[in-house]
């Protein structure tokens, strides 16, 4: 027993030294937000660990309800899915009314979990707001005229289009459970900025489709800095009030005062994150208000035609949105990890949102049967 409390003070020596050295003290927070509370990653209530800013809402615009509300029932093979992966939010909206809900776990239609990636899919929103007015030219205008860092080498190519499309050439490895990677950096760490504008240029722009959240995250520099506002007070002027959002969000920051973490960490509820499916439904139209162009919302949520690492030609993902096909139907999606979506099938005009605590195994095609779980199960019930 005595050995085996000289190994761990040693360990824990050495990991301290090893911090000290690195610089890399962002792993204490991680530890303690993970680790330490029986975690090995992210999950979706440690938006309390974090400061965040609030997206504030205005005057709440209900969602219609099916006079067939819930009349349905989930089908069986849906059933193990929920309870394997830890499903607490399953919703399907259709011709804009919701036609089934349920929860799980002591959540409702008000409880506030963690979007993750599902956030750059309303970055991207962003972007198109911002070029509706005029804050930005285009989808082509260059990094560098809004982050001077990018007036380098290579990097002064890289255009806000190639941010969108994933597919800027830069030195990111997105890994989630590497807890001393870029990523985990990222999300515990409290100097976004320093850390992706710092990043280099390792392949040429516009041609090879690499998920990176340091793209995302770039694009929330440029939006600020196009509209003189936080990404929050944006969101709140541009989107959630004038969707008409029932409660304010909350976007976590680096540390108190600093940057949104616009990669991720739009906290929220279900019936919230499901305006965005609306707003590309109606082609960018909300109730009337044009919130974007119906063109960047068509450009948005079709296939950016690029390769992927191993050479092939990769058509599932547009400006930060996911896409794929399923029984016949185009579909595209918000996805953050664990299973986080906001799914839209247009032919259908069908939303499925779903929210939980883990997902299932990643395809070859880029996607996850869990996702195509959910779908199906949707289309078995509203066929």
């Not at 330490?36 to 990653?41: C, F, N, Q, W």
């Not at 860092?149 to 002064?156: A, C, I, N, T």
């Amino acid at each position: 027993m005595k050995v085996f409390f000289k190994l761990l003070l040693l360990f824990f020596i050495l990991l301290n030294v090893f911090v000290f050295f690195s610089g890399k003290t962002w792993l204490y927070k991680g530890i303690a937000v993970t680790y330490l509370k029986g975690y090995p990653s992210s999950y979706i209530h440690d938006f309390i660990h974090f400061p965040g800013e609030i997206i504030e809402s205005g005057l709440h615009q209900e969602w219609l309800i099916s006079k067939n509300y819930n009349n349905n029932k989930l089908p069986d093979f849906i059933n193990p899915v929920n309870d394997s992966l830890e499903t607490v939010a399953l919703m399907v909206i259709k011709n804009d009314s919701i036609v089934f809900e349920e929860y799980w776990d002591g959540y409702s239609s008000d409880t506030m979990s963690n979007s993750f990636s599902m956030a750059k899919s309303w970055v991207s929103t962003l972007i198109g707001v911002a070029i509706r007015e005029g804050k930005i030219e285009s989808v082509n205008q260059k990094v560098c005229e809004f982050i001077p860092g990018f007036l380098v080498g290579e990097k002064e190519k890289i255009t806000i289009k190639h941010l969108l499309t994933m597919s800027a050439g830069l030195n990111w490895t997105e890994d989630y459970y590497n807890p001393i990677g870029q990523t985990s950096e990222a999300y515990f760490g409290n100097d976004l900025r320093g850390l992706v504008v710092d990043l280099k240029s390792v392949a040429p722009p516009g041609q090879v489709f690499k998920y990176h959240s340091s793209c995302s995250q770039l694009l929330a520099f440029i939006i600020e800095k196009a509209v003189g506002k936080t990404i929050s007070e944006y969101t709140s002027e541009k989107l959630w009030r004038p969707m008409g959002a029932k409660h304010p969000a909350l976007w976590s920051l680096d540390k108190k005062n600093g940057d949104e973490k616009a990669f991720c960490c739009i906290n929220s509820n279900a019936r919230d994150f499901a305006r965005l499916g609306k707003l590309y439904l109606h082609n960018g139209n909300w109730n009337g208000l044009q919130i974007i162009d119906s063109s960047y919302a068509k450009e948005a949520t079709s296939a950016a035609i690029l390769t992927n690492d191993y050479g092939q030609k990769n058509t599932n993902y547009g400006y930060q949105f996911w896409l794929t096909k399923r029984s016949g139907f185009d579909i595209y999606y918000a996805r953050g990890v664990w299973g986080q979506y906001v799914i839209c099938i247009p032919e259908k005009d069908m939303i499925i949102v779903r929210l939980g605590k883990n997902y299932g195994t990643h395809l070859e095609d880029g996607h996850s049967n869990d996702f195509y779980a959910f779908v199906d199960a949707a289309l078995e019930m509203y066929h």
